[in-house]
């Protein structure tokens, strides 16, 4: 963890509804600066909704959420501004099927960070050899693998050169072999210092890297803290049971 | 893994004329009844068809008349235009064929092949030159695309971009005729001179040309967040897709003059092109909207994560998927859109059908109907067959549905 404690994401009170059903119920989060942050719990629980509200996929309504000092509000300059300070990567990757690894890499550097293409694709080989793929820059997605895919989707949001990386699920949709390419490039970017919001049940992962995790459930946070402790001694008995149910095999 | 292209099939699945006929026409009692049934149908139609069109019908008020058909009363002295004009196209038609596909032997052979048939048939001198120029045209763009296909790319699109207007730049001509200078080469043409297939075929590319941008504006409109901008849009579509083609024609015809500035008089052939640009552009949002539509949310969502507007999400990453997705329905309209040119002849233009129309009132050729209403149906049928078949290698090529 970084010690000057500057935060970077702050969320307060944040409240959101799909019609009448209240998906998230005030949720607080505080991330610092290089923090690695787990989120995990049952399904339909709001993981994915507060991931998605920190970027604005998804509109909170009521509460406050602050990225890097920008308010999410509905001024379309400030949403802009704070998904280009954050890369998102998701469960099914979202390539963009009618472009090249490459293309899809270098699209938003050129379109947003008006990058040269040649600048854009300097930074793309590097990515792509940062994840272990810098043989495929000319193929089309559906030519990879999942796992290929998912790493292409890892690179071309961090050629934005993000503050923050949110992940939600990135392994769920890959079958076992391809989980651990993912995971040690997540590891990797982990101990580089950049932070991190990851929604994931690989506890693995949690223990090596999270520098605290919360524990989600019916839209609240029931409880965060270190991965030791809510490992060793989590302190709600929700936790305790969906613990023991997701380490049992 | 094996091969699956080594693995050959059952005996029973091999060929053999036999055994196709058995297996396709014959294989129960049902079928066999059905098969004779439809066989005697089938003869007993093309036996008095062929009957009528070998010994009864007179071709020669076709014959007569081709030039009408093709042209319209468009003059002779300025003809060598449209000549060039359509040369242009067959070296544009021939050059991309050599370098989008290479492989399309057939198409290639229709371009090259066609004109150099249709010079042995007994036409005029001066048009079995020109179709000699065709035929050169055709084959020097094919040549220029086989030989140099990486460095021609360039000007080909360009010339396909300025195609349009360098056809329609011929086919009217540039200088007013003035009394003491008669018809020059480059004289203006006025459109109500414009007839048969060039102007049908000008009704149908123009049309569908506009009614693009007009339709993808519609269909973008249609999601806006503006609720004017999609209301207009909305009601634009909704109001054009509940009256037929027909009315709007009429409403062309007389209701534009309305919106224009008093003595202001656009020409009909004009309104004609105005009203079913409208009227095809919002079949044309409908039908992008349907593309918009088959594109997952993720790929939105992807696409906003990175900071992209929605603009450029919009140009980038949706537009190009959505529309490659409706190629071939796009292509089933440009084509329905060439058919329903022939609408125009009731306000009074003389494309294919009008033409047909004018035919048919020379005394000398009254009561012929039969014959020059084969001869169009033919016509129609063959040209859409032809697009029909492009638009296959198009998508072929393109591997649309192979994804
Ligand atoms: N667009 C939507 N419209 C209506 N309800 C929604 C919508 N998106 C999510 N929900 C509901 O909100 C709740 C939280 O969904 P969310 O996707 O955040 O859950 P999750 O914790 O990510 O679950 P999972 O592990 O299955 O991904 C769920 O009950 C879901 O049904
Ligand atoms: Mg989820």
């Known amino acids: 963890m970084n010690d000057t404690n500057q935060i970077i994401i702050s969320a307060r009170d944040v409240h959101k509804w799909y019609g009448n059903f209240h998906a998230l119920k005030g949720i607080n989060m505080e991330v610092n600066k290089g923090e690695v942050i787990v989120i995990f719990g049952p399904s339909g629980s709001g993981k994915s909704t507060f991931i998605r509200t920190i970027n604005r996929l998804e509109e909170h309504q009521r509460g406050e959420i602050l990225v890097d000092g920008i308010e999410l509000s509905h001024d379309v300059r400030n949403i802009e501004a704070v998904r280009t300070e954050t890369g998102m990567v998701f469960q099914q990757f979202n390539l963009f099927p009618h472009l090249t690894v490459m293309q899809n890499i270098t699209l938003a550097p050129i379109q947003v960070r008006n990058w040269s293409k040649k600048q854009a694709e300097e930074t793309a080989m590097q990515l792509l050899g940062r994840v272990g793929i810098p043989d495929q820059a000319h193929k089309f997605p559906g030519q990879l693998s999942g796992g290929q895919q998912q790493r292409v989707a890892i690179a071309r949001a961090l050629a934005m050169q993000p503050k923050i990386m949110l992940f939600d699920e990135p392994t769920s949709a890959l079958d076992p072999e391809m989980i651990k390419e993912v995971l040690d490039v997540m590891v990797e970017l982990a101990q580089s210092g950049m932070t991190m919001l990851v929604v994931t049940h690989e506890m693995g992962f949690a223990r090596a890297v999270a520098d605290r995790m919360f524990f989600f459930d019916q839209g609240q946070i029931v409880e965060g803290g270190k991965p030791d402790d809510v490992f060793n001694n989590p302190k709600e008995d929700r936790t305790k049971l969906f613990l023991s149910q997701i380490l049992s095999h | ?403």
Do not use: C
Not at chain 2, 161 to 182: E, H, Q
Not at chain 2, 313 to 319: G, K, P, S, V
Not at chain 2, 336 to 359: H, N, P, Y
């Open chain 2, 1 to 403: 893994m094996q091969n699956p292209q080594t693995v050959l099939p059952p005996i029973t699945e091999r060929s053999g004329i036999l055994r196709w006929l058995r297996h396709n026409l014959f294989n129960t009692w049902s079928d066999a009844i059905l098969t004779v049934i439809a066989a005697s149908l089938i003869y007993w139609l093309t036996k008095n068809l062929l009957t009528w069109a070998v010994t009864t019908a007179e071709w020669d008020v076709v014959v007569a008349n081709l030039r009408l058909f093709m042209i319209g009363q468009f003059p002779l002295e300025q003809a060598g235009r449209l000549w060039v004009a359509l040369a242009f196209l067959v070296f544009l038609t021939g050059n991309s064929l050599a370098i989008w596909d290479r492989k399309s032997y057939i198409a290639a052979f229709l371009i090259l092949g066609l004109p150099v048939f249709l010079i042995f048939l007994p036409f005029a001198p001066q048009t079995r030159i020109w179709l000699g120029v065709m035929a050169a045209a055709g084959i020097l763009g094919w040549g220029l695309g086989y030989t140099a296909p990486q460095s021609v790319k360039r000007s080909v699109a360009i010339g396909w971009l300025i195609a349009l207007p360098v056809f329609i730049l011929l086919t009217r001509g540039f200088t007013p005729a003035v009394a003491d200078v008669p018809n020059t080469p480059i004289t203006i043409v006025p459109t109500n001179l414009w007839g048969g297939l060039l102007l049908t075929f000008l009704l149908t590319v123009v049309a569908n040309i506009f009614s693009f941008p007009l339709g993808l504006l519609l269909a973008l409109g249609r999601r806006s967040e503006l609720p004017i901008i999609r209301w207009f849009s909305v009601g634009y579509i909704e109001l054009v897709r509940g009256v037929p083609l027909i009315t709007i024609l009429f409403m062309a015809q007389l209701m534009l003059p309305l919106f224009l500035p008093n003595g202001q008089d656009i020409d009909r052939v004009l309104r004609a092109m105005v009203g079913m640009t409208l009227f095809s552009a919002a079949y044309l949002a409908e039908n992008v909207r349907g593309g918009l539509q088959a594109i997952p949310k993720g790929q939105f969502e992807a696409a906003h994560a990175l900071g992209l507007s929605s603009a450029k999400t919009m140009y980038f990453i949706i537009l190009p998927q959505a529309l490659r997705l409706i190629i071939p329905i796009l292509v089933g309209q440009f084509i329905s859109m060439f058919k329903d040119t022939a609408l125009v002849a009731i306000v009074g233009l003389f494309d294919l059908l009008g033409i047909a129309r004018t035919v048919l009132s020379q005394p000398e050729f009254i009561g012929l109907h039969r014959e020059v209403y084969a001869f169009v149906s033919l016509f129609y049928w063959g040209l859409s067959y032809v697009m029909s078949y492009i638009s296959q290698r198009l998508e072929t090529s393109l591997g649309l549905g192979t994804r």
